[in-house]
């Protein structure tokens, strides 16, 4: 089945630096990824939508010069934390469309998250 | 996309059935009730979804209300492993939107 790739699982950056997060669709092109944060024993919720080529849409709230989306290819969409703070410590996952794969997957796939700690 | 509700969490005696409700009952026409689940840490795992029809799979059976405004998922036999977070996500099936989660059940599942 589809598979999405996300490095790296966990890393631990100082405060004002800043983190790439990478997300690749490993047998299959994604026009389309998604961005989600997870705070601790919350849902997960949407940041933004990558779409292969053009500029990200984000969702209201996510400030869209800290959260860089890049989207350069069919195969891969970063998300870069930038000047990262302890706030923005939380869990962020990706996922990818793949129309294809929507009797195996429901058409959607997820990355197995990255577990950002910002100190 | 529909409104789903969940209860926030449920037990379950290890190799018993775990039945997961869910409540849609603003649910068109047109959409379909998908499940995934999130364990401790990972990205969310797609578990099966449905028009109408109950569905079965390997990991889980789907079992719909005639009038859509519900559904059951059901682990048949349900292991340590199984304990986590389900979601129950109403939608249209074609489309490139991104999947929306609520709070879903954190299902425990004990020895």
């Known amino acids: 089945g589809a598979v999405v790739s996300q490095h790296p699982s966990r890393v631990i950056c100082k405060s004002g630096t800043s983190v790439k997060i990478e997300c690749r669709s490993l047998?299959?092109?994604?026009?389309?990824m998604f961005w989600y944060r997870q705070f601790p024993k919350q849902s997960l919720m949407l940041m933004a939508t990558?779409?292969?080529?053009?500029?990200?849409?984000?969702e209201q709230g996510v400030e869209k010069d800290k959260f860089l989306i890049n989207h350069a290819s069919l195969t891969l969409s970063t998300l870069t934390v930038t000047s990262a703070h302890p706030e923005d410590s939380s869990f962020y996952i990706c996922?990818?469309?793949?129309?294809?794969?929507?009797?195996?997957?429901?058409?959607?796939?997820f990355g197995s998250g990255t577990r950002l700690t910002v100190v | 996309d529909a409104k789903t509700t969940q209860p926030p969490s449920m037990d379950c005696a290890e190799g018993r059935a775990a039945n997961l409700p869910c409540n849609h009952s603003?649910?068109?026409?047109?959409?379909?009730v998908y499940w995934y689940r999130q364990i401790h840490s990972q990205g969310p795992q797609y578990i099966i979804h449905?028009?109408?029809n109950n569905e079965t799979n390997e990991m889980a059976s789907l079992i719909i209300t005639e009038d859509r405004k519900s559904s059951t998922l059901i682990l048949p036999h349900a292991t340590l492993r199984d304990t986590a977070v389900y979601y129950c996500?109403?939608?249209?099936?074609?489309?490139?939107?991104?999947?929306?989660f609520g709070k879903g059940t954190r299902l425990s599942v004990i020895a």
């Open positions: 996922s990818a469309r793949d129309p294809g794969q929507g009797a195996l997957s429901g058409g959607y796939t």
């Open positions: 047998d299959f092109q994604a026009t389309t």
């Open positions: 990558s779409n292969e080529g053009s500029k990200a849409t984000y």
């Open positions: 603003t649910i068109s026409g047109n959409e379909y």
């Open positions: 449905g028009l109408k």
């Open positions: 996500i109403v939608r249209v099936r074609m489309g490139n939107t991104p999947l929306v």
